[in-house]
């Protein structure tokens, strides 16, 4: 055997195989995932692509494509428009409340106390009933006979409200149940927060000076940029999934007040079954989110880090 | 410049286990004491009683003409320099050490100066638009100095300002920080376990030990005529010798070596009289072989287990006839672990497999049975 | 000095969390009429059955479907957790100790999906399942989300504190990849385990939408689902039938909680200790 035929030359470019280096074993392990995420999420973004550019029967069978124009009549529609807007609204409407809230919630109960711990129980309660049950418990609640707010505004001789029928209250009953139940993780995520910041630099914010407030704005507040950030990021999130209400109480009305994007979208498939225009709006209201998740990542960003 | 006085603080967390028990110091204006002790000894908790971080049970703090018992940590114009420093981590140099300027509302021309002095006192010039987390140990360690500093405070803190530097910069800043008290003037406590760092920079040494003063007094005295078993061997590099003894008529017999009281210094001589058990403390770098001794009436003869070089120092470890006393009570008493071997600490090489030791009368330590030294001892008042 | 205030405030906040629960709870043990007959002025029986009774529980029981909707809601339940757990499991493995390129973009990939909400992604997933051939199936309901990234999250930041000298450890024992998941890791997650079967666990009563959409056959609904239906906010709803059905619903979950939150806390306790 001839040996100096064993030296080879340096290959430049990464052959396919370079490029998978070290998937072997991992594969075995990551399949069930794998399989899932490419089925349901990849192929599901593909296929809210491939049908928001189709037309199709009522039976949901393709019958041409549509290129763009179904983004085009989507967009052009003045009552998704609203629905767009109605969501922005709801963001907009239920970031700030929620994070006001949360985070005087956790300055509250941070410290360590029995009492405090049977006060935040109470305050993360509602996410353990979920959300169908959530909502039948506000239905209960502001029904408009046999509801309790309405018998307590009745008795303390303010005029009962029709809670579902009428614009306004539809609308704070909508965001007023969203809040009520994600108040608790806003305050889980900000009571971390809290909990991180060492008790040292606290300290020393005293003694260089600081009163209450100027310790809670000159410290506490910065130092809570990351839970900030990570809050305001899940209370959007879930700014964009109100739909069961919607569903179950308001139908979208009254007149248009609760008509957001996604409950369009839920009647354009399953009730007009117009599947290309339901998926074209799918994909823009994802876009709008995504735009809006990655602009406050952005405002939100935090440059500094202990240590 | 502030005198300091505490009077009987007491501070306990849970009811019935003290922290601190009825508590008297007395720092003068300008001096620089040192709180050490082993962990848990309650240094750090009297250093927060202090600085108002935490409230005292009963007790009374002055700091100069001002009662500031009751007084708010912001309003007690103390500075204080943590373990870990307590940066501002989203704060620059520049504006940490500004931030208690800011508190004071100070007109931002006056901040402006103020913090180039400072940066330009601690050679931090360069570092100002740096955050703390953009800094080594040494330099976070300025910064918390010069945070210090600034607001030229009538009392400063510090918390083992130098545990988390390495041990060639630890030397360095120590000496940077008694340098730094001197020229300011401004009267510090410093707290460490440390009993070089103590020895280094003290005026005035307090020895604590589960939340009680051991001893308070200039490190010299201190290491000279310990108070107590516990102040002998926290001092020094190497704890002392300790040793039973028993008081036979005139003679004071360590096993088989004995020593007549008439040689010992006058009072000792006194307190020793009519005793009968006592424990003796030799330091290892007191004593000398007999030949270099004029008067060897107490001569220790022991067999060499084995010889540890450091540097051009040696510590040879023996064991002794004379034996040492009940190891189990003598480390609950000096709160540490002595074992049953004896150190002599030389400079002298040797390879000798024994060695015969002697020590002068006026070097050794003598102890009563609850590890009290016999004799007057240098214990100022508090 | 300020403590009544305090004390008042932590009152109120309570009381606004447990307020209307307690009032479904009271809701379920009183009759419909005896709901319409104190509803029209403000007194303690707007609020608190005047006689309280189980009847409504015994309609419950006589409603048609409904313990094989709640048989459904269950074991979708424990299919959820498992599946996400153990498929969690393996892949927060192989993205914590295993070199391959692209893991890092992978796990960004997973997380990014995150922001893929249910509410907005109904209509393809529809489509997507329906093309598989699982619309009115179980596992049309359950496949869908047997994928979970905070699974894969917590899994994976479990495993990145178990130190790798274990691994190593037992890989010079002998152990290969899956002896050393199973005896050096394993082990040592099982807290974030607990953790992360019992979240997808509470997580089914979460959901309506989906179900809603894909499954059309009453006997294979999920019961939150078909509670759901007996409301009607324009009508009068018999909201007693409405919240003894939705407690029954819950009951189990709460069983489940209840037993597992004990090793939960005590798991945290054993492996925090390093």
Known sequence: MDTTI??????????????????????????????MLCLFKLWLIAEAVYTSTGTFDPGGQRIGNA??????????????????????????????VQLALGLAAALMLRANTGGNAVVRAMVISPMFFGLP???????????????????????????????????????????????????????????????????????????????????????TLPLLARSFQFAVVLATLASFQILVPVLMLTKGGPTGATDLASFQIYETAFSYFDLGTASAMSLALLFGLIVIIALELRWLAVKWTYE | ????????????????????KPFDLVAQAGELVVLVGPSGCGKSTLLKLIAGLEKLDDGQILLGERDITNVEPRHRRIAMVFQNYALYPHLSVRENLAYPLRRQKLRAADIVLKV?????????????????SQLSGGQKQRVAMGRAIIREPDLFLLDEPLSNLDAALRTHVRGEIR?????????????????????????????????????????????????????AAFLGTAPPNFLAGRIVDDRVEIGQASLPLADLPGECRTALAGREQIYVGLRPEMLRPTCDLDRDHFVLRGKVIRREIVGNSQNVHFRSEAGSADAAKLSALAGRHLSDELVWTTERAGTDDAVELGIRPESILFFDTDGVAIGAHGSDAL | MKRPLRFMLRLVLAALFVAPILLALAASFRDNSDMYRYAGSLSLWTFLPAEPGIDAYRRAFTLPLLQTQLFNTVLLGFVMATGTTVSSLLAGYALSRFRFRGRQALFLLMLFTLFIPVDVILPPLFFVVRDLGLIDSFWGLALPFIFSPIGVYLIRQAIEEVPRELD??????????????RTAILPNIRGALIACWLMHFVFVWEWYLWPLTAMRSDDGQLAQVAIASLIDPLRSTDYALVFAAAILTILPAFVVFAILQRFLTSSQATTGGK
């Open chain 2, 179 to 231: 340098d730094l008290q001197r020229r300011l003037g401004t009267t510090m406590i410093y707290v460490t376990h440390d009993q070089v760092e103590a020895q280094t920079l003290a005026d005035r040494l307090v020895i604590m030990r589960n939340g009680e003063v051991q001893q308070v007094g200039p490190p010299q005295e201190i290491y000279e005529r310990p108070a107590n078993i516990f102040a």
């Open chain 3, 168 to 181: 190593h450890a037992a890989s010079l024992d002998g152990a290969g990849l899956w002896e050393v998941l």
């Open chain 1, 67 to 96: 290129g763009l124009d179904n983004f085009g009549f989507a967009l052009s529609d003045s009552r998704f428009q609203w629905g767009l807007w109605l969501s922005l609204f709801a963001a907009v409407a239920k970031v700030p």
């Open chain 2, 1 to 20: 410049m502030h005198k300091l006085v505490l009077r009987s603080v007491t501070k306990s967390y849970a009811a019935g286990s003290a922290v601190l």
């Open chain 2, 116 to 132: 180039s002095a400072v940066a330009r006192q601690l050679r931090l010039d360069e570092l100002l638009d740096r955050r703390p």
């Open chain 1, 133 to 219: 049950v959530t909502t039948f418990i506000f239905a209960y609640m502001f029904d408009a006979n046999v509801g309790a707010v309405n018998a307590i505004l009745s008795g303390i001789g303010l005029p009962r409200v029709a809670w579902l029928s009428t614009e306004a209250p539809a609308q704070m009953l909508v965001l007023g149940l969203s809040i009520w139940r994600d108040v608790g993780v806003t305050m889980l995520v900000f009571l971390a927060g809290l909990s991180a910041i060492p008790p040292q630099i606290a300290n020393a914010a005293k003694l260089d000076g600081a009163g209450p407030f100027a310790l809670f704005f000159t410290i």
């Open chain 1, 6 to 35: 064993a030296i080879r030359p340096v290959r430049l470019k990464p052959r396919l195989p370079a490029l998978l280096e070290g998937w072997g074993p991992a594969l075995v392990f990551l399949a069930p995932a794998l399989v």
